[in-house]
């Protein structure tokens, strides 16, 4: 997970770099968001921390970007796994005019907060949305570096048929959004390959 984390951040910041270039600026603050308290508070500290690194990294390498040293900050927001919550932070991240985001960990977040940052210019990559949903409406500022649910549970069927030889198969749904994606998915493939 904390290398995913990393892979994540790093990617974003790559491609954020490109846009600080436009701006012409010494501090590129780089936006986060993701659950910072309720339920999933501890995967959005593993996120930021995983964020915090890779700008920490970036700062040691001396970066120059159209002739100015640039120093990358971290502008964390917690969108509490909630879509309204999600979206007020990014606006707020809009108006702190941060170059890029990277976050949400959810998708029910993440898709409503796409549509705000599309409006805004601001490139936002994520490394947890999973929903095929995020990637419907064909923003040019919105990246997914995970296969989202369709791949994930048609990936999970094919093993479960091709390589484990599997001809019955209990499925627990924990019912999630996320878990219900995957599972429903899952399910149907598996059927297609003769799994009962």
Request: aromatic letters at 4%.
């Amino acid at each position: 997970m904390q290398i995913k984390l990393k892979l994540t951040a790093v990617a974003a910041l790559a491609v954020l770099a490109g846009a600080a270039s436009a701006q012409d600026v010494q501090v590129v603050k780089i936006g986060h968001v993701a659950p910072m308290s309720g339920a999933q508070a501890h995967y959005g500290k593993d996120n930021e921390n995983g964020a915090r690194l890779a700008v920490e990294d970036l700062n040691t390498q001396n970066i120059v970007i159209g002739g100015k040293k640039i120093k990358f900050e971290l502008a964390a927001e917690d969108d509490a796994a909630d879509p309204k919550q999600g979206t007020a932070a990014a606006q707020k991240l809009c108006d702190a005019k941060v170059a890029g985001v990277v976050g949400h960990l959810n998708s029910g977040t993440t898709i409503p907060a796409a549509k705000v940052y599309n409006d805004c210019g601001i490139p936002h990559i994520t490394g947890a949305a999973t929903n095929p949903n995020l990637t419907k409406p064909g923003y040019k500022t919105t990246y997914r570096i995970i296969s989202n649910d369709n791949a994930l549970g048609a990936g999970l069927a094919f093993y479960a048929a091709d390589a484990l030889k599997l001809k019955r198969i209990a499925v627990v749904d924990d019912r999630t959004a996320y878990g219900q994606g995957v599972a429903d998915v899952f399910k149907k493939i598996a059927a297609s390959k003769g799994i009962t």
